[in-house]
């Protein structure tokens, strides 16, 4: 363990982080001895360490749950109503833009993976209901206050659990909302994608050319006008 310590102006030295070499697992035959390495620190108002993430044995780094990875900033920043844990800030397009990248003779392509489970206990599995929230993609402005403290996002793109769910059959459907032009905002369903592949208007939505004055095609109480 290597730890570090600092005069606290009062009864002497406490520490403010260490860094811990461990075993991780239990060592087997000859030439095997499991490792992780471990950093911990002391937060404001206190000289407890606490794990903040590790490197464990199985080559991967795991940051403590509450914890988070912040590039480009100091500090976590709230957005709709939450403190993500996981956030990228900056103040150009380059050091702003989250990017992922295929490079493989076939046709597999990068993909942003969205996965809900009823269970409570992480990396434990608990059958879904239809009609769950599986996914949202979701954009948020800044109201001069902060990212919009009433939680809702200014457009949003939701995948829901839509049928019977049983084993390798989730069928679901994607939902895109916008906010209203009010104060709260209030975002509203404007066009579903069924899991039969029926698009479909919400009441009061219209499907419109780019002239105003064209003829436009807007469904009221399910019917088309």
């Given at each position: 363990?290597?730890v570090?310590?600092g005069?606290d ?7 403010a982080?260490?860094?811990a ?8 035959a000859?030439t ?8 911990l ?7 407890t ?12 780094m795991y940051?403590?749950?509450?914890n ?15 403190t993500?844990?996981l ?23 990068p ?20 009609g ?6 979701a954009?948020y ?10 939680a ?9 659990s ?21 104060a ?26 780019n ?9 009221t109480?399910?019917?088309i006008?």
């Amino acid at each position: 363990r290597i730890v570090a310590v600092g005069a606290d102006g009062g009864t002497g030295f406490d520490p403010a982080a260490s860094i811990a070499f461990e075993v991780d697992a239990t060592p087997g035959a000859a030439t095997d001895m499991p490792g992780r390495i471990v950093f911990l620190t002391s937060p404001d108002g206190s000289q407890t360490q606490t794990e903040v993430f590790r490197v464990s044995s199985d080559q991967n780094m795991y940051i403590a749950n509450t914890n988070g990875l912040v590039v480009g900033h100091t500090v976590q920043i709230l957005s709709g109503g939450i403190t993500p844990e996981l956030q990228m800030q900056g103040t150009a397009p380059a050091d702003s833009t989250f990017f992922t990248g295929a490079w493989s003779a076939d046709t597999v392509a990068p993909r942003l993976h969205h996965a809900k489970s009823r269970s409570a206990t992480i990396g434990t599995f608990g059958i879904i209901t239809t009609g769950d929230v599986l996914g949202v993609i979701a954009a948020y402005g800044d109201d001069g206050v902060d990212f919009n403290s009433n939680a809702n996002a200014s457009a949003e793109i939701r995948f829901v659990s839509s049928g019977t769910i049983a084993a390798d059959r989730v069928p679901g459907y994607l939902a895109f909302f916008t906010a209203t032009d009010a104060a709260p905002s209030v975002l509203t369903e404007r066009v579903r994608i069924s899991n039969a592949g029926i698009v479909a208007l919400t009441a009061g939505t219209s499907i419109r050319a780019n002239s105003a004055t064209e003829i436009a095609i807007s469904v009221t109480d399910d019917t088309i006008v």
